[in-house]
């Protein structure tokens, strides 16, 4: 099984901060799947409000893939849980152009922890049980959404945000209290929404409060003729209890390239330096403010 999972949000909109080329063309769309297809990457990550990134991928000829969606913010003036869940799996099931999902998450734990989170868990093993889904799960931004969540339900999957800046999945000791209860793991944003990936000269000014770590990094990947890409996807690739790691390309040279470096035998750097907890790097929703 390859670990690489392919995320779709780019399908849909605009999305990263190292994306020049906008929301990606059906017919490039096509040659991704076919490439991920091709090189056995077996699961697609996507989300109901992804833009139109599932009615995309169902307008395209490549179906053989394991999929996981995640449903929208449950109304606040929901009344009933289990139609409103039935409708918007239903919905995706038909934009997918397929008869089940490999996973659903609910994509704001909160949900789940409101007044009406027993009632969304309810709806969730019900369509679990009815065959629509096969697991069923959380995404989450912080460890603490997940710890809470645990304490009154179990889940089939968790997806969180890991990369050689934000370890908190690791530092936390949840990743290990998941895998030793057998919770499938996907971990996403390995190259922190392609901040990761840019040259230090070309990071935006608004990160210059992290300029010092910006420059060693970029010195520390010339050092040891290591490309930012490699040392980012190996480092959640090398942990045993990471099921999938997620990445988003906007073409097939950028997935013909993530591939290669996956595979990559060079030895690798020590990246404690680029370690942080600071919410205005670590977590993207915050970047506008900076």
């Known amino acids: 099984m390859n670990k690489l999972a392919l995320g779709t949000a780019q399908f849909g909109f605009k999305y990263g901060i190292a994306n020049l080329e906008g929301k990606i063309k059906i017919s490039e769309v096509n040659k991704i799947l076919e490439l991920a297809k091709y090189s ?5 990550d996507t989300a109901i409000s992804y833009g139109d990134s ?15 969606s995640k449903l929208p913010a449950l109304p606040k003036d929901c ?3 289990n139609s409103w869940v039935d409708k918007q799996v239903q919905s995706s099931l038909t934009r997918l152009g397929i008869s089940s999902l490999y996973g659903l998450l609910v ?35 912080d460890p603490s959404e997940c710890e809470q969540v645990m304490k009154f339900t179990r889940i089939d999957i968790v997806q969180a945000p890991l990369n050689i800046v934000d370890r908190r999945l690791v530092v936390s000791g949840l990743l290990t209290k998941l895998h030793s209860e057998e919770i499938e793991i996907h971990t996403r944003s ?49 942990l045993p209890e990471v099921d ?30 680029m370690i942080s907890n600071d919410q205005m790097l670590i977590n993207p929703s915050n970047w506008s403010k900076l």
């Open 40 to 44: 056995n990457i077996d699961l697609i």
């Open 54 to 68: 599932e009615k995309v991928i169902g307008n395209t000829e490549i179906k053989d893939f394991k999929f996981v």
């Open 79 to 81: 009344s009933d849980v």
């Open 107 to 141: 994509h704001r734990s909160e949900n789940l922890l409101g007044n009406s989170g027993k009632k969304l868990i309810n709806a969730l093993n019900s369509i679990k049980l009815n065959g629509l889904v096969k697991k069923i799960g959380i995404s989450i931004y």
């Open 190 to 238: 390995a190259f922190l929404q392609g901040l990761l990936l840019l040259p230090s000269n070309k990071i935006p000014k608004s990160f210059n409060k992290w300029f010092k770590v910006w420059e060693k990094w970029s010195l520390e990947l010339k050092k040891n003729d290591l490309s930012a890409a490699e040392v980012c996807l190996l480092y959640p690739l090398s």
């Open 244 to 273: 999938r790691v997620i990445v988003g390309v906007d073409n097939t040279d950028q997935l013909i390239e993530l591939i290669k470096r996956s595979k990559s035998q060079k030895p690798q750097i020590d990246c404690s330096f």
